[in-house]
């Protein structure tokens, strides 16, 4: 079993439609969750960061942290084509912790 | 892409053949990192480095090696490349300074092995 499980998708939404993105982890001793946005044949871009529990807003994407299910969520709100990329979850423990990636979800906004 | 740059872009070789990919960044950060992308695995780690002649293996290592000599380069060698390592090959770097280990990708090396 992989310590990140992530949907590869693809996940097709028409635009304005709220995306969901889900990664699942085993470790428990994760703390910092990060979500990159990857566009094809291109070097991935770190999108939020959130720390522990809780929620982190940022125009129109919202990070989210549920530690006691080990889930967490990355919602787009009014999607756009521009939002079309695969999306990678990210995550480590405390101190210098290697990041442990999810495989992506892909993710197509159609106009 | 801020301040990273990757060489070659693309590169066929065949098997059997030493290849040499190259990680430069402007950003003076400590820590420089080799990944490889594959459909199914997603980004793993192959080296990283936290420091000039400071390197590590990372979860994939095995017919990889790697060189830094300055802070700004980090080079990945293949001394024999196989079919298998035809991937597509990322640098990332870090400094720590938010705290955690926030990592910023280079464009990326496509490699095909023949």
Same mark, same amino acid.
């Not at chain 2, 400071?54 to 290592?61: A, I, M, N």
């Given at each position: 079993?992989?310590?990140?499980?992530?949907?590869?998708?693809?996940?097709?939404?028409?635009?304005?439609?709220?995306?969901?993105?889900?990664?699942?982890? !085993?470790?428990?001793?994760?703390?910092? %969750?990060?979500?990159?946005? =990857?566009? &094809?044949?291109?070097?991935?871009? @770190?999108?939020?960061?959130?720390?522990?529990?809780?929620?982190?807003?940022?125009?129109?994407?919202?990070?989210?942290?549920?530690? !006691?299910?080990?889930?967490?969520?990355? %919602?787009?709100?009014?999607? =756009?084509? &521009?939002?079309?990329?695969?999306? @990678?979850?990210?995550?480590?423990?405390?101190?210098?912790?290697?990041?442990?990636?999810?495989?992506?979800?892909?993710?197509?906004? !159609?106009? | 892409?801020?301040?990273?740059?990757?060489?070659?872009?693309?590169?066929?070789?065949?098997?059997?053949?030493?290849?040499?990919?190259?990680?430069?960044?402007?950003?003076?950060?400590?820590?420089?990192?080799?990944?490889?992308?594959?459909?199914?695995?997603?980004?793993?780690?192959?080296?990283?480095?936290?420091?000039?002649?400071?390197?590590?293996?990372?979860?994939?290592?095995?017919?990889?090696?790697?060189?830094?000599?300055?802070?700004?380069?980090?080079?990945?060698?293949?001394?024999?490349?196989?079919?298998?390592?035809?991937?597509?090959?990322?640098?990332?770097?870090?400094?720590?300074?938010?705290?955690?280990?926030?990592?910023?990708?280079?464009?990326?090396?496509?490699?095909?092995?023949?």
């Amino acid at each position: 079993q992989k310590e990140v499980e992530q949907d590869p998708g693809p996940l097709s939404v028409p635009e304005g439609a709220i995306v969901s993105l889900n990664c699942t982890y !085993s470790n428990s001793a994760f703390q910092y %969750f990060m979500w990159y946005r =990857q566009y &094809s044949r291109k070097g991935p871009e @770190l999108l939020m960061y959130t720390y522990s529990s809780g929620n982190k807003e940022d125009g129109r994407f919202t990070a989210q942290v549920d530690k !006691s299910s080990k889930y967490i969520s990355l %919602f787009i709100r009014d999607s =756009q084509p &521009s939002d079309s990329a695969t999306y @990678l979850c990210a995550m480590s423990g405390t101190g210098f912790q290697k990041l442990v990636f999810g495989t992506g979800t892909r993710l197509l906004v !159609s106009p | 892409d801020a301040g990273i740059t990757q060489s070659p872009r693309h590169k066929v070789t065949e098997t059997g053949t030493p290849v040499t990919l190259r990680c430069h960044q402007t950003e003076n950060h400590r820590y420089m990192y080799w990944y490889r992308q594959d459909p199914g695995h997603g980004l793993r780690l192959i080296h990283y480095s936290y420091g000039v002649k400071d390197t590590d293996k990372g979860e994939v290592s095995d017919g990889y090696s790697v060189s830094r000599s300055k802070t700004e380069d980090f080079l990945l060698t293949l001394e024999s490349a196989t079919s298998s390592q035809t991937s597509v090959y990322f640098c990332a770097i870090s400094d720590r300074q938010s705290g955690y280990n926030e990592q910023f990708f280079g464009p990326g090396t496509r490699l095909t092995v023949l």
